[in-house]
């Protein structure tokens, strides 16, 4: 199983600094232009073209409106805090949001940690190991 890292960047020069802030970003911040950072330790393939990231509110989530326009390039995980990964994916993505009517917040449904498995609570720090 490869272990990649998914980094999504706003593509440069969509939006004017006015229409970033609208969109809820804030250019005058260091790393303005990264959306979004994820790991993949299965094997699904890459994002696609027109791979929307989600985004969040409370206990709802629904597709977000930034989308993947690039093919995304790969390259090997030989930089400062990336060796845990395989794959490093870049993505560029462009503010493309959907009509209101036809996003509706959808609520996440939150697993219970109560009902995880001793090993995974123990792997998770959740619990003292047993000892016999």
Known sequence: M?????????KQGQLSGEE?????????KPGWGILCVQSSHSNKP???LGY???????DYSRLGPWKVESEGQC?????????????????ECVYDPLPEAD???????KLD?????DWL????GMTAAVVK
């Open 20 to 28: 970033l802030i609208a969109a809820g970003i804030d250019p005058t």
């Open 121 to 124: 609570k123990e792997e998770m």
């Open 103 to 109: 996003n509706p917040w959808r609520e996440v449904h």
């Open 75 to 91: 390259y090997l995980a030989n930089m400062p805090g990336m060796q845990d990964f395989d794959e490093v994916w870049m993505y």
């Open 46 to 48: 890459e994002p696609q």
């Open 52 to 58: 929307r990231l989600n985004e969040y509110k409370t």
């Open 113 to 117: 940690p109560a009902t995880y498995p």
């Open 2 to 10: 490869t272990s990649k890292r998914y980094i999504f960047e706003i």
